[in-house]
């Protein structure tokens, strides 16, 4: 039983954000090679496993330019979904975890047994940090909720964008990691909903973190497809605070993606995260999506 190094990369100085740190979408963009590679040397496929029903992304470490990274996947029988796919981004200097993403399938309870035969060699035990802690296992919604819906909700445009070929993956379809440029550019529009806003960041030495995501696909998107990014916010405890974005092709406002997405904010000299004001918690639960 062994898990495969699926990836060997590189921290480029143009991947870090303003907090000096790889930015989110590039952990995705790494998850989705680490997908196809693992997909090639195990046999995993879509016509044994079914689609990728989410991806569970926790992020452990941050990465700083000129960091060396190794990503090595396995399937965990005892994950959280009938098969798991779990890959796991480590720095190659200290073999320190930076983040993990969790891929559930539901394949067809008649496969099990052979899917357990098939990749036995490539199976090891669910690593407990991969774990999803903020958000379950099961779907986010149903795939027919409406823009419309959305924004009686609370939900707001954030982010538009329009789906470039450099933007898709082999099989024409955009990848995660397009998703996430989307939401990337989005979040910093939903912060400013918050009293946690551009200014009120600056003036205390303060970052944007995100350390929790996760990401359901319930329709494609090809290159020229226009969407849109609504976003509102749907929680927040004693140092997070969470909020969803829903992406959505923009002609047909056909839903393509949700992403849940936990936060916090760091000090950027500390590197630590601080504790949400009593204020601040109450606006944002004050303003939060309305089921």
Not at 210 to 223: I, R, S, T
Not at 254 to 281: E, F, G
């Amino acid at each position: 039983m062994a898990a495969i190094e699926t990836v060997f990369s590189f921290v480029n100085c143009w991947e870090c954000d303003e907090n000096d740190h790889l930015n989110v979408q590039f952990y995705l963009a790494r998850f989705d090679e680490a997908d196809r590679q693992f997909r090639l040397m195990s046999g995993l496929s879509d016509a044994l496993a079914g689609a990728r029903r989410a991806r569970h992304i926790r992020y452990h470490e941050e990465l700083y330019s000129g960091d060396t990274l190794v990503m090595r996947s396995h399937v965990a029988f005892d994950g959280p979904y009938m098969l798991t796919v779990v890959h796991e981004l480590r720095r190659a200097a200290d073999d320190a975890l930076a983040a993990t993403a969790t891929d559930g399938y539901a394949p067809a309870t008649a496969v099990a047994k052979e899917l357990r035969r098939r990749f036995q060699t490539v199976s090891a035990p669910m690593p407990d940090p991969a774990q999803p802690r903020s958000f379950a296992a099961s779907s986010n919604g149903n795939g027919v909720v409406t823009a419309q819906q959305i924004e009686k909700a609370g939900a707001r445009v954030v982010h538009r964008a329009t789906v470039l070929p450099r933007h898709t993956g082999a099989d024409g379809r955009a990848d995660d990691a397009f998703a996430l440029m989307c939401f990337t550019e989005a979040a910093p529009h939903v912060w400013n909903t918050t009293p946690m806003g551009d200014a009120w960041l600056t003036e205390r030495g303060l970052g944007r973190v995100a350390v929790e995501m996760k990401l359901v696909w319930h329709g494609p998107l090809k290159p020229g497809d226009p969407v849109v990014t609504m976003s509102g916010l749907t929680g927040a405890g004693g140092k997070t605070f969470s909020f969803r974005h829903h992406l959505f092709e923009a002609r047909t406002h056909r839903l393509a993606a949700v992403c849940d997405v936990m936060a916090l904010t760091m000090d950027l000299k500390t590197r630590k995260a601080i504790p949400l004001d009593d204020d601040v918690r109450a606006a944002i639960l004050n303003g939060a999506l309305k089921s």
